[in-house]
């Protein structure tokens, strides 16, 4: 091979490797990203690399879905002239119950329970965990009954010691993707937002039984454990 084709071998080398290899270090970036361009969720066969199941199963509740629904609990409340406790994670002998609000009426107090599962869920008997498919793929996750169960327990003996002994207590499961689809759910206290507002507005929760929501307010309120964030780490999708 002649002298002047093995210099030409070796430019181009110098120019095929050492370059990109100097700009991936200025630029971090490997040199076949720079040489071809970066190859999102591919492998180098060129097919997309299998996502971890967890990336599919969302749970966590976006902030933007707990602002919205929030709001109208808000608005709800100023328009009822109820007492609305944000966060409503209440504290008794250790045990918490973690709850997005606590909502107060004249009839009764009610624990908003969300969840930030979206897909499609359908409830289980039972304990059973419920499922989620999403992305064509099913999720079990816990019964979200059980764990309103859990929480009203622990309102329902608050509320017993702080004098308030007989009121009336109902938790609510809250679904706050606007886009998740509720099945097999009924008698399980779990709403989609939309039909949980118009469950909130129903005659159960309007009456008058003579509670007097501000006392109860300032009853719980000594109780309620105050941490940052805490409406936004709430059972989530």
Not at 59 to 87: E, M, W
Not at 137 to 148: A, I, L, W
Not at 159 to 183: A, C, N, Q, R, Y
């Amino acid at each position: 091979m002649k002298l002047e084709t093995l210099i030409l071998y070796a430019i181009i080398s110098v120019v095929l490797i050492g370059i990109p290899t100097l700009l991936a270090k200025k630029f971090g970036k490997n040199p076949m990203e720079l040489l071809f361009g970066e190859r999102v969720n591919r492998t180098i066969f060129g097919k997309k690399e299998k996502k971890d199941p967890q990336d599919k199963k969302k749970q966590g509740n976006p902030k933007n879905d707990l602002l919205t629904l929030v709001s109208n609990l808000a608005t709800y409340a100023r328009k009822n002239h109820f007492q609305l406790i944000v966060p409503g994670t209440l504290s008794h002998n250790g045990t918490v119950a973690v709850l997005t609000a606590i909502l107060i009426t004249r009839s009764k107090v009610v624990g908003i329970n969300c969840f930030g599962f979206s897909g499609s869920i359908t409830a289980r008997a039972g304990n059973k965990d419920w499922m989620q498919l999403l992305d064509g793929e099913q999720h079990p996750f816990p019964s979200p009954v059980k764990k309103n169960q859990n929480q009203e327990a622990i309102v329902r003996q608050v509320l017993e010691d702080t004098g308030f002994t007989g009121t009336e207590v109902e938790i609510i499961g809250i679904f706050t993707s606007p886009t998740v689809k509720l099945f097999s759910v009924t008698g399980t206290n779990c709403y989609t937002k939309n039909d949980a507002m118009a469950y909130l507005n129903s005659e159960s929760f309007l009456k008058d039984t003579g509670l007097d929501p501000a006392k109860i307010e300032q009853a719980l309120a000594p109780k309620i454990v105050r941490t940052r964030g805490t409406t936004e780490k709430q059972e989530q999708a």
